[in-house]
């Protein structure tokens, strides 16, 4: 479960390898993984305040679908849920790997 020890895994990861190139999105990414759990329409929330609290959330607007656990991931409420998160993301996956040149200044 995301938790507050995922935000402060996150937070160290970014200053420990501030230097390194991805280690802002590692941060990103443990750090938003809780909040966008929040986002989604099933289960019983998530429990961002663990291990100093127990209490579950919800964001008042749950757009994403909770997908199937284990073979029943293979039926079409899967495929739906595939489709749904593939639209949502596809934006942030293009960003990510879409190429970059490298170096910052003009070639001589």
Not at 18 to 34: C, E, Y
């Amino acid at each position: 479960m995301p938790s507050i020890g995922h935000i402060a895994v996150g937070a160290a990861a970014g200053r420990a390898l501030s230097r390194r190139q991805g280690s802002r999105a590692a941060a990103v990414t443990l750090f938003s993984a809780g909040l966008l759990d929040t986002l989604t329409d099933g289960g019983l929330g998530v429990a961002l305040l663990w291990p100093f609290s127990n209490r579950r959330f919800f964001a008042p607007w749950r757009p994403i679908p909770v997908a199937p656990i284990g073979f029943a991931m293979l039926s079409a409420r899967g495929a739906f849920v595939v489709a749904a998160e593939a639209a949502m993301f596809l934006p942030f996956f293009l960003y990510a790997f879409w190429p970059r040149r490298r170096g910052g200044g003009p070639s001589r």
